[in-house]
C-alpha cells in the first residue's frame, strides 16, 4: 500500500450487531473498507449493508449548510444564526412551558451526543420530553427486563449462541436484520450437524437425539431464518401470549421447572402456576394455528435440552402488549433456569448501532442515566450528581407526543438524526402534527421526508466524520475515531450541542467527546472503568457493566445475582389475550419488517446503488392462495386499506406469508408504510403496534 493510505478502525453504521471494519482512507477521501478477521464480530464478514456504507460518506445528497425555511423555500444562513435561533426559543420556552419542548434523540449517533441531549434536556429546557426510536423498538424491553431482572440488555454475548443446546428465536428474523448473529447461528448449526452418513443410514425418519443443538423458530413468516429451523411455530400474528403460556403450561405440567433456581433466584412462581391453573392448551393451539403436539415439542425441548437461549425481536415488542409478552419470555427462562451461565440466556437483539447505548444514556422519558427510574428520589441523585436541577416526573413517550402536538401542546421539537414522519405510526397524523408544531429543528445528515417539515435544518457529520464511542446490543462499547472531514459546513452532532451550550451560556461545557465521556462514567455505574485510554488499546470494545478500570468487562450477566433490590428475578404472569383479529370487513392482518439490503426508513440504503439495484421499492407480499382466490398476480396493482389508511401498492406472490398474513417492508416512501397503522400503542412501555393490523384488498 501505498504511504498516503491509512486504514482508521471504525464499526458499521447500521445494525445494533456493531461489526468492525477498517476505513481506507487516502488523501482525505475514504476509498473503501477493508475487514477485520480477528474482530469479535464481524469476523471478517460484512453484510452487504456494511460493505457498502462507506459510500454514503461523499454521497452527493449529504446536507452542507444550515438552512431555515422562508417564504420561498429552504435559504442557506450562517452556524450563528442558526444557534440563536434555536437557543432563543428555548430560552423563551423555558420560562413559560418547559414540557411544551420535545427532544428527539438517535440510536444513530453516539453516547456522547445521546447524553448530551437528555442533559441540555432535562437541566436547561427543564423537561424530560426526551425520547428515541427505542420508543418504536425495544421499549417493552427496557420496562420489563428492567423491572423483573434489573438490567435492560442481552444478557449474553452473540459468539454464546455456540454454547446453546437450544436456540429459541421468536419474532425475529436475524437472517435479514443482524446477518452477523445469524452468522454464530449457522456456526453453532454446523457444529452439532447430524453427520449426513447418519441421516442416510437410518432407515426411518431421522430423530435427533437429545443432546443435540436445536433451533425452534416461532413466526408467523416462513423467513430465511425459520427455513433454517428444525421446529417452526407458524402461528398467528398477535398470538404470542397464548403460545408462551402454552410453552410454560406445558413445562409446568412436565415437571421440568429447574426447582432450585426458581427456589434460589426468583420470586413470583407460585403465582404464575395460579394464573395457569385453568389455561386451556387445546383453546390455545386452536387461537394460535399451531399444532398442540409441536408447541409441547418445542416446549419439552427448551426445557430440557439445556442451555438454551432466548433470541427475540419486533414480532414480540411491537404489539400492544409488547411488554406482557417479553414478561413472558423471562417466565420461560426462569422457570427452567436458563439464565446467567454459558448457552442460557435472554436476548433482545437490539436494533440500530447506538440503540443500547441512546437507552443506557437515557435518552428516555421515563429513566435518568444508569436507568434511574424518573422519580423524587432518583432526581435528588442527579442533582447531587449534575449539581442542577431536574424535573421529577416523566416526560412523554414520543408515541404519545404526537396526540399533544396535534392540540398545540407542542412548540418546540429537536430532532436530532430520525425520521420520525416515515417510521412513527400513522403517517397522517404525524404529518398534521408536524405542521402543528411551531418551531421544528431536524439535524440530519440527508434531507430526510421529515426534514421537508421542518423550520431549521442543520447538517451534521456522520459516523465516519467524527469521535465518540457507540455499544452494541451486546453492551460491547467501542470508539471511533474521526477518519475525514464532514463535507462543506456539516458538523458533529457534538459540536452542534457544543455551540448550543456556548449560546445558552450553560453551566456545563466540554473541550470534546472524551471530556464527556469523563461524565458519563461519573454518571452511569456500568460505564465507571472503561476509559478512552483502554479503548483505544481495546479496540474491540468493552463489554459493560465494567465497575473499575482493572476490569476486564462482563460478558455474560446475571451469574450470581440479579441487580434488583433483592437479588432475585421476578416472575410475573401474563394475561393471555389474542391482538389481532381477522374479521369480515379486514379479512388479513398486515405485518410490516425489514429485508436485508435495506435499512428502517431507507434514508441511509435508498441512498446506495448498489443496494438499490437488489430491492427498488415496496411490494405488497401475499401468499399464493390469497392470490388465486382474489385473482391477483404479480406486479398487479392493488389498493390497501387499514382502519387508519389506503394506498395504492404493487402485489408480489410468495409463499413467505402464510394465508390470511400480508407484509410490506418498512424501508420506502411510496406508499409510506405507516400509512396503514395508527395510534394503539402498550400503555406500559408506549411501544406502537405496528405487528398486526386489520386489512383489507380493493383490486
Ligand atoms: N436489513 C436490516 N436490518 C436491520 C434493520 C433494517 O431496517 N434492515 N433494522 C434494525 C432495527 S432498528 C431493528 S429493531 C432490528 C429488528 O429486527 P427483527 O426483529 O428481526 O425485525 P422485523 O423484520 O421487524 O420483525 C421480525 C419478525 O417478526 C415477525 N412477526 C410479525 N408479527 C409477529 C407476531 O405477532 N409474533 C411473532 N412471534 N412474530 C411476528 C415478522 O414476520 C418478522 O420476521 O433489525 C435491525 N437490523
Ligand atoms: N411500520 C413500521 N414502522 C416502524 C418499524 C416497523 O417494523 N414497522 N420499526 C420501528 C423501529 S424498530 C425503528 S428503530 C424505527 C427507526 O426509526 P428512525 O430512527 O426514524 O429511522 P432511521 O431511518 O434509522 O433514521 C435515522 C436517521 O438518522 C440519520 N443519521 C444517520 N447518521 C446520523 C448522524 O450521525 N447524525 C445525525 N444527526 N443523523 C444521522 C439518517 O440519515 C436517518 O434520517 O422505525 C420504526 N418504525
Ligand atoms: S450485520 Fe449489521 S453491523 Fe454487521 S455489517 Fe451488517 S448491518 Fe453492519
Ligand atoms: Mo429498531
New binding site residues.
Partial sequence: MSSNIRLIYSICPF??AGCGFYLVVRDGVVIGVERIFDHPVSVGVLCP?GAYAWKLIRHPDRLTTPLKRTERGFKPISWREAIRLIADRIKELRRDDPDSMYFLASAKCTNEENYLVQKIARTIAGTNNVDHCARL?HAPTVAALARSLGSAAMTNPMNDVANAKTLFI?????A???PAIFRFVSEAKKKYAVPIRRLLLSRYAYTPSETEFRMIV????K?MTALQSDIHLQHK??T?SYLLNAMIKIIIDHDLVDKKFVEERTEGYELLVKSLRRFDLEYASRITGVPLKLIEEAAIIYASNKPSTIYY????TQ?RNGTSLVQALVNLALITGNIGRPGAGICP?R??NNVQGACDMAALPDFFPGYRKINPDTAKTMKELWGLEVPDKRGLFSTEMWNEALVGKIKFLYIMGENPLISEPGYYRIVRALKRIDFVVVQDIFLTENAKYADLILPAALWAEKTGTMTNTERRVQLIEKAVDPPGEAKSDLEILLMLLKELEAPFQYSGPSEVFEEIRRVIPTYKGITYERLKKNRYGIQWPCPSEDHPGTPILHTEKFPTPNGKAKIIPVRPEATVAQTGDYPFIL?S????????TGTMTRRILELLLTEGSSYLYISPEDATQLGLSDEDIVELETPYGREKIPIRITPEVPKGVLFVPN?FIDPPVNAFTGDIIDYESGIPEY??VPARIIK
Fill in positions: 445494525c445494533g449493508k423498538c421468536i419474532g425475529y428474523n436475524p435479514e436484520t443482524h416461532a413466526d408467523p413468516r423467513t400474528p398477535g404470542d425481536g419486533m414480532g414480540i404489539h437483539a436494533g440500530q405485518i419488517g425489514r429485508r436485508i439490503t435495506h435499512y428502517n424501508h405487528k398486526g
